[in-house]
């Protein structure tokens, strides 16, 4: 008997039905859920390729995870430490004693000594924040971190009333060489964040040459997302991280 082609057979049997999903005998019934075949079961990758659409990821058990940043505490920048394969801040004030160690505290995310600071607000009550350290302050008054709204460099009117009385204090205190400092949120690129940091330290120091200030006596500098407040994911964290901070007598 003449052998059927195999057109002839399909026509005369019918195409055989995918089996169902996550079922599979090759990529092609997987196609509708955009993974591949693996071991007749469909999966989301079988190498990293499968992963480009998801940029930070690798094919880790057949599933795109995200690429570990670190395996270590060296890898990561100055400041911070690896946890569960990510960089996160060194410390935070809950955790300060076990993070750090008996006589440091925990200073915007880094383990510090005792009396480090970068703001007035960082040190106790009669002192101020000279060259980055805690000392007994000459004039009695603080110079107040500015906040701003989300992707924001313009100047609220809480703002404008923190650096009303800000200026007042550089005056109380002799005029003095001072930094204005801006920082973000993490969110957005590093790029992004400090050249949105520079603007809000510009706002506050264009504020203040209003107001009198000597303009040539102040430095703008910006850390972007690398110095957080509140190293916490949230909008409680974030609304603390998007400041402007004066340091007077010192350059960061």
Known sequence: MRRLAPLALALLFGCPKPPAYPECRNDDDCGGHAEVCINGVCRECRDDAQCAKKPGTACVNNACQPKAQCQRNQDCPQGQKCAQNKCVPECTEATAQ???GAGKKCLSGRCAAPDACNVDADCGAGQACVQNRCAAAQASCRLDTVYFGFDDSSLTPEARSTLDSDYQCLRQRGNPPSTIAGHTDERGT????LALGQRRAESV?????GLGADASKMKVVSHGKERPADPGHDETAWAKNR????TAGAAQ
């Open 190 to 193: 590093t790029e992004y964040n």
């Open 243 to 246: 400041r402007a901070e004066i």
């Open 98 to 100: 076990q993070d750090c």
């Open 205 to 209: 120091r264009k504020y203040l040459a």
